[in-house]
């Protein structure tokens, strides 16, 4: 900000100086007049160097206020002289008083001599008095003090440090500083300190001492602790099984079976942490005291050493647990499995107790964090040896054993998802493992097996060969001795299989898993239709050479079916899944690929059988004269062969199978039949000889129906209709009007099986009877025959139509 200079009034210097002057004078003035501080007015008039301004100033202040003085004076003279006068008139009666006061004085001391001399006596003695008296409480302190001092010593001596130590902050709180001697005090100055650290010592000795004994017990501990899970989990099973069986007797309608489940009342009473195995002091059965854990903690408190006990006792806990985990590279895991998760569900069930019973000694925080460390640790363990392990048996005793584990820690609220969840990550490779032994078992069983029925001479064989698997064909007992419509093989793979779906449900129970029955439906699919169906192939294409070897293959297919039955129902019924929920829904017989190659292998056998009978069609003359009225050689010997088989059948195998495999049988005779006729052997052949093979087709299917007494009428009709080519073709040869055939209406209705071009060939080959050697000369002047016209006229119109 700019200023403008403007011209000022000159003015003179003296006129500066006088108003300076009336300043400070006015300023000096009212300081005297407040009673202010005149020492900042000295400092500036020395500063400035004129001082005698100052005292100018002050004379002429007191000048000023003399006339004010005289003022005052004269307004209170008179009074003054009036307060004179008083004075003087009180001085004579100052002197009686003084006079009266001495006269006083010396009476009194005449009196008070006495009793001044027995005051000095009674302070003397007051003073001895008070002497005695502190001398008395002095004794009384050293007194109680040596006394403490004795009962400590006695208490140090039967190890009862706790009162030991409260002896000692008596005596240091009450009598230290109250402490007449010298000596006993410095005594006791130097001996509490040493009591203490005594004290700290012994305990700490015996707190060491409990740690080591402690880490001895939790092995004990945690192994009892799973045991009682195991015998719970068992006494669990039992009481399904039993449910199980009312299951089945109230399935199978037994109404005059009454049953009930019970469960046993446990005698074992609670766990392991409760009362029976550890009480509030500590001791228990095994051991589990905790007395000294809780003395040593009680003691250090009481030495004002609480925290410093608490970070000790979580650092040494912390290296026991660490020094757990390592796992012993000279010994199996199998056989050190136990101790370890043993060794580690002690710990962990001691540290509940603590973390309840010791008043904030560890802090839950830190048990969950070493609990955290401890899963981990043993995932990583479980991982490690997971990975190695070739055997699934080894993996379910240690799957076993950890679920316990975890089952028994549960109890005591800690977490085991992560455990669970590294059972579950080696599901698959478990049943793999399981898989491969099964595939060698079940290859093994098969080999062993000598393919002849089962004889079993007791009930209770047939109980656990049989009835154990539910592949019983009636409800009623059979007689012993019994033969088995199947072989070995059966109740060997059964149980394999039973076995199977048992391990697959025990490595999948108590898993976390709680509807676990699609997994083990799933590798129990893998087993049937890879595993047992494979086998029972290779067996089938390599081993079977013999009739009655490929019917008792088929036979056991069958059994083997009602075996799937149960196989599927066992394995809800371990899993906990209800049968109305399991039997939901059709599924495929899984053995489908061997049942079917075993009845292929049993037809395919029966038709090689066929094929030798067939071969004495060879012997047939089919240009006879007469028609054979009993029918062909060949026939007769097949339907005995059949009759024979049947009958051997019927022990074994299931009349649909029967039936299945005698109607191929009979389609393949039908089909050689026509064959027969159709190929080159067969030059030619006559009317006569066509009516020996209707002889033949009616044997077969009065055969056929013969087997109406074992088979429906339904099926023998089926049976019967497996001759239907070879029927069909003698009827249209037989028949006086074979043109028909050309009919579609006739055709569709009559001889639908029949293939035009087969027809054509055979027809070429029939002769009539009147066609003999020299038969132009014979038959001359002879009618024409209309079936051999109309079977001309079929011929030529097939001939034109292929």
Not at 354 to 370: A, D, F, H, P, Q
Not at 748 to 762: F, P, Q
């Amino acid at each position: 900000m700019q200023t403008t200079s403007k011209p000022s009034r000159r003015k003179h210097p003296n006129d500066d100086d006088d108003s300076s002057e009336k300043l400070d004078l006015l300023l000096l003035s009212s300081a005297i007049c407040n009673n202010d501080d005149l020492g900042p007015f000295v400092r500036k008039a020395f500063t400035s160097g004129k001082p005698d301004t100052l005292l100018h100033h002050l004379r002429h202040f007191t000048r000023s206020k003399e006339s004010e003085i005289e003022e005052v004076c004269k307004a209170h003279y008179q009074d003054f002289i009036m307060a004179v006068d008083d004075l003087r008139s009180l001085l004579s009666d100052v002197d009686s008083l003084k006079t009266s006061l001495s006269s006083s004085n010396q009476t009194l001391q005449s009196v008070a001599t006495p009793l001044l001399t027995a005051l000095d006596e009674f302070v003397v003695a007051k003073t001895v008095s008070e002497n005695v008296r502190r001398a008395v409480d002095d004794v009384e302190v050293c007194v109680r003090a040596v006394e403490l001092c004795g009962r400590a010593n006695l208490y140090l001596s039967k190890d009862n440090f706790y009162m030991a130590l409260k002896c000692v902050d008596m005596i240091e709180r009450e009598y230290l500083v109250r402490m007449p001697s010298s000596t006993v005090r410095r005594m006791l100055e130097r001996s509490i300190p040493g009591v203490r650290g005594f004290v700290e010592r012994r305990i700490s000795k015996e707190f060491g001492d409990w740690l080591v004994e402690i880490r001895s017990v939790s092995r004990n501990l945690g192994q009892l602790a799973i045991g009682q899970a195991s015998a719970g989990r068992q006494r669990e099973e039992e009481l399904r099984i039993k449910q199980r069986q009312a299951e089945e007797q109230s399935r199978s309608s037994l109404r005059d079976c009454v049953y009930a489940l019970v469960e046993e009342e446990e005698s074992d009473g609670g766990g392991v942490g409760d009362d029976k195995y550890s009480n509030g002091a500590g001791s228990g059965l095994l051991g589990f005291d905790l007395t000294p854990l809780y003395r040593a903690s009680h003691i250090h408190e009481t030495l004002g050493l609480e925290n410093r006990f608490k970070q000790y006792y979580f650092e040494n806990r912390k290296l026991q647990l660490t020094s757990d985990f390592q796992v012993s590279s000279m010994t199996p895991f199998l056989e050190s499995h136990q101790t370890f998760f043993a060794q580690i569900a002690g710990f962990f069930i001691v540290e509940d107790r603590v973390l309840r019973t010791s008043g904030g000694l560890i802090s839950k925080l830190e048990v969950e964090n070493l609990w955290e460390t401890a899963v981990s640790k043993m995932c990583a363990v479980l991982e490690d040896q997971f990975s190695r392990m070739q055997t699934a048996n080894h993996l379910l005793l240690i799957k076993d054993y950890v679920s316990l584990l975890g089952v028994t820690l549960r109890r005591y609220g800690y977490p085991i998802d992560a455990l669970l969840d590294v059972l579950s990550k080696h599901r698959d490779k478990y049943h793999e493992l399981l898989l491969s032994d099964c595939r060698k078992l079940i290859g093994e069983a098969l080999a062993a097996d000598n393919f002849q029925q089962m004889l079993m001479r007791k009930e209770y064989e047939y109980d656990m060969n049989v009835l154990s698997f539910q592949i019983q064909t009636s409800e009623s007992m059979p007689a012993f001795p019994y033969a088995s419509p199947f072989s070995s093989m059966v109740p060997d793979c059964c149980r394999i299989i039973r076995s199977f779906i048992e391990d697959s449900v025990s490595f999948m129970s108590y898993g976390g898993q709680l509807d676990f029955y699609d997994v083990v439906k799933k590798y129990l699919d893998r087993l049937l239709n890879e595993v047992m169906d494979g086998a029972l192939m290779k067996l089938i294409d390599s081993s079977v050479n013999k009739v009655t070897q490929a019917m008792l293959v088929a036979a056991n297919m069958a059994v083997f079916e009602r075996a799937c039955d149960f196989f599927f129902r066992h394995a809800a019924q371990l899993s906990g899944i209800p049968l109305r929920m399991a039997e939901r829904g059709k599924r495929q017989y899984p053995l489908k690929n061997a049942r079917e190659a075993a009845e292929e292998m049993l037809s395919g056998m029966f038709k090689s059988e066929v094929n030798g009978f067939m071969l004495l069609m060879e012997n047939i003359n089919w240009l006879t004269d007469e028609p054979p009225p009993s029918g062909n050689e060949y026939v007769n010997e097949l339907i005995i062969y059949l009759e024979a088989m049947i009958s051997t059948a019927q022990q074994i195998l299931p009349e649909q199978l029967i039936k299945r495999v005698i109607q191929d049988v009979l389609s393949y005779t039908s089909e050689n039949i026509v064959k027969v006729l159709q190929g080159d052997s067969v030059k030619r052949f006559n009317v006569n000889a066509v009516m020996g093979i209707d002889v033949d087709i009616r044997l077969l299917e009065s055969f056929a129906e013969n087997q109406a007494n074992h088979l429906s009428d339904a099926d023998a009709n089926q049976l019967k209709s497996a001759l239907t080519e070879s029927r069909q073709l003698v009827n249209l040869l037989l028949s006086n009007h074979p043109e028909n055939f050309l009919n579609p209406v006739i055709r569709e209705r009559s001889y639908n099986t029949l293939d035009y071009r087969k027809v054509a060939t055979i027809s070429e080959k029939l002769r009539d009877p009147s066609e003999r050697m020299f038969g132009s000369f014979s038959g001359r002047g002879m009618k024409p025959n209309p079936k051999k016209k109309s079977l001309d006229a079929l011929i030529k119109r097939l001939k034109d139509a292929s």
